[in-house]
């Protein structure tokens, strides 16, 4: 039996226009540090950071971009013989603290080994120099590019210890666009001081931008971060319900050709001190659909 199709444009969807089969991202740890972190930006990090929570255990930064692409594709590859690959460069920073040249040998590497058939590249938007753009169109395979915008209002950027603005991020995606190159966000819902109309603001704010993804994560407060040694008092805070008519209301309002790609942080639970909803996206998407046809 087919699943129903969604209520709005998936991750999948989007994928399908690029490559031809199914793909699953594996995700690379290339040694990345991070300029919110190295002093280059700032220093301590975004307040809700912890870049373990999102590093997959196949992937060890000793071991070379191939090595960890092998490995992956040997983990994917035992249940679904027939998948194809993406090299993930997820971990902190993915463009920063190397030159244009040593970034593309890294991607050149990560498409040499077969299986992989294009490159995603998360990053900040302070980070993308333009003779790095101008230079990814020469790869003989698609790359996307991700950037952590995480809300449009500076305001909340500041509190968080972003160091970056909403202006650099338009300029990062409309350079981006301007290269040929599809491009997605990352937004965070429930950041400190954010009133839902606050959410929905970044939504219509994105509307107006050339992106071609979005992904939502709701704040998680995680074990080590700064944020988890003063939690703020105007978090507001969500059960899988509320924060499922939210998500209803901003699928609602984006624009359609957008693909959402989750609503979820998904952090290891040991990690996590709140919210405990111990929840995966699928087991989420119904409450959304839900949400949406009241
Ligand atoms: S969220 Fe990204 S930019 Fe912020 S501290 Fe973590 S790795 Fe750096």
Not at 30 to 36: E, S, V
Not at 41 to 56: H, K, L
Not at 114 to 138: E, H, K, M, N, V
Not at 153 to 159: A, E, F, G, I
Request: proline share 7%; charged share 15%.
């Amino acid at each position: 039996m087919n699943p129903q199709p969604l209520p709005w444009r998936d991750y999948a969807a989007f994928l399908a226009t690029l490559f031809p089969g199914k793909m699953q991202k594996l995700a690379v740890n290339a040694g990345f540090t991070c300029p919110n972190r190295d002093g280059s930006i700032g220093r301590g990090g975004c307040i809700y950071c912890t870049n373990t929570s999102f590093s997959p255990a196949y992937c060890h930064q000793q071991q070379s971009v191939a090595t960890q692409l092998e490995e992956g594709k040997r983990f994917f590859g035992k249940k679904y013989p027939s998948m194809r690959y993406l090299a993930y460069f997820q971990s902190y920073t993915s463009t920063h603290g190397s030159d244009t040249a040593t970034l593309m040998q890294l991607y050149r590497e990560a498409l040499s080994v077969s299986g992989i058939d294009g490159i995603i590249i998360s990053t900040r938007p302070d980070c993308l120099p333009q003779q790095l753009l101008d230079a990814l169109p020469s790869l003989p395979a698609k790359v996307i590019i991700e950037l952590g915008a995480e809300s449009s209002h500076d305001t909340t950027l500041l509190r968080i210890n972003r160091c970056h603005t909403w202006s650099q991020t338009v300029d990062a995606v409309t350079r981006i666009n301007a290269a040929g190159i599809p491009v997605g966000l990352h937004l965070i819902n429930g950041l400190p001081g954010e009133t839902t109309d606050m959410m929905l603001d970044t939504v219509d704010a994105i509307n107006s931008l050339p992106i071609s993804t979005v992904k939502f994560h709701h704040l998680q407060i995680l074990r080590g971060t700064p944020i988890s040694r003063h939690i703020p008092d105007d978090i507001i805070s969500f059960t899988p319900q509320s924060y499922a008519t939210l998500c209803a209301e901003i699928v609602r309002r984006l624009r359609p050709d957008i693909a959402i790609d989750r609503f979820l942080a998904q952090s290891p639970p040991g990690m996590v001190i709140s919210p405990r909803w111990d929840i995966k996206n699928y087991q989420f998407t119904p409450l959304v659909i839900k949400a949406l046809a009241r």
